[in-house]
């Protein structure tokens, strides 16, 4: 069975604190709104799918406790900026009244949509295929199965051989902690590499293709994931390597034009001076924290998603999914 970040028992809101992972496996129990917001500021969940799905409790619980709906949404979308997921799913809420069956809907359908895209993703592999990723875009960044480690689940359950090579992803050293333990579980080769070592890997032509997740997708493609997506990207053009983005379509955003309107969240100076509780820098050192970067869509091979992969044009392919979305079955 595949790990999962979040537990719904019908009153309370579980989540595995992601920030004790691998030495500690640790549940947080959420009885109120501000106690999800709480938790994904803190980065205790995380993930844009998770982030979204959590937040979609948190309005249940909200509506349960007969508080304001519309003061526990803006506390809710305040939590964290750049991941979309989560104003979809609060405003899909909202729109619900706060019922908690809508919350265990869109639950359920976030497992069953990224298993569509692993699916998707899988058939671009090849029967034998070294992978690189960054940051952790798997079960533990949504509400079960992965978006780019759903990619390289399915294919492994496909009966394809794939190893798989994790960016650690300073500051907060997602791939180390999380990726590295989730593919171990499943028993997925890995192979765990510092951020600055994967331009020499690309020049020894370890990689066969970079699968990495998003936080946002804009209308033009142009795709906002964890700081360092844009490097590996750059990376990847330079030596031939097709570069996939994962991410449902709820990650897409139609009303934001381009990357460079996608808001991009700045968080504290102390995780990246300090290192497992210890300080690394200089006091008074000036400090830039920047949680994410935009990957322009000139870049991305395709984009694969649970309505299918998306190839360029990227703007006529992404307006074509929210019109199949809109006809009557879609």
């Known amino acids: 069975m595949h790990v999962t970040p979040l537990k719904w028992d019908g009153s309370s809101l579980s989540l595995l604190d992601q920030r004790l992972l691998p030495l500690q496996e640790v549940w947080i129990d959420c009885r109120t709104p501000s106690e999800v917001a709480e938790a994904i500021r803190t980065m205790v969940v995380r993930g844009a799918p998770a982030i979204g799905v959590s937040a979609a409790f948190g309005v249940a619980l909200a509506a349960m406790r007969g508080e304001d709906l519309q003061e526990a949404a803006r506390e809710l979308k305040a939590a964290r900026p750049t991941a979309v997921n989560l104003a979809w799913a609060v405003d899909r809420m909202l729109e ?49 199965y992965g978006t780019a480690l759903g990619v390289i689940r399915a294919a492994v359950e496909s009966g394809k051989r794939i190893a798989v090579f994790a960016d650690e992803t300073r500051p907060y050293l997602q791939g180390a902690r999380l990726t590295a333990w989730e593919l171990m579980h499943d028993n997925i080769d890995c192979t765990l590499i510092t951020d600055n070592m994967s331009g020499h890997f690309f020049q020894q032509g370890a990689f066969d293709a970079v699968i990495v997740g998003a936080d946002r997708i804009a209308a033009n493609g142009d795709s906002a994931n964890k700081i360092g997506t844009y490097t590996v990207a750059v990376l990847a053009q330079a030596h031939n390597v097709p570069f996939y983005i994962a991410a449902p379509v709820s990650t897409i955003d139609p009303a934001c034009p381009n990357g460079a309107a996608i808001p991009i969240e700045e968080r504290s100076a102390s995780e990246v001076v300090d290192f497992a509780g210890s300080r690394v820098a200089p006091i008074g050192v000036h400090v830039r924290h920047p949680a994410f970067d935009v990957t322009p869509a000139r870049l991305i091979t395709a984009i694969i998603t649970d309505r299918g992969v998306l190839h360029p044009p990227y703007e006529e392919a992404i307006r074509e999914v929210f019109v199949e979305r809109r006809r009557p079955g879609g």
């Open 96 to 144: 619900h009244g706060g019922d908690r069956a809508e919350a265990e809907r869109i639950c359920a359908e976030d497992v069953e949509a990224n298993k569509r895209l692993g699916r998707y993703g899988a058939a671009l592999l090849g029967e034998q295929a070294t992978v690189l990723t960054h940051c952790n875009a798997g079960a533990l960044a949504t509400a079960g």
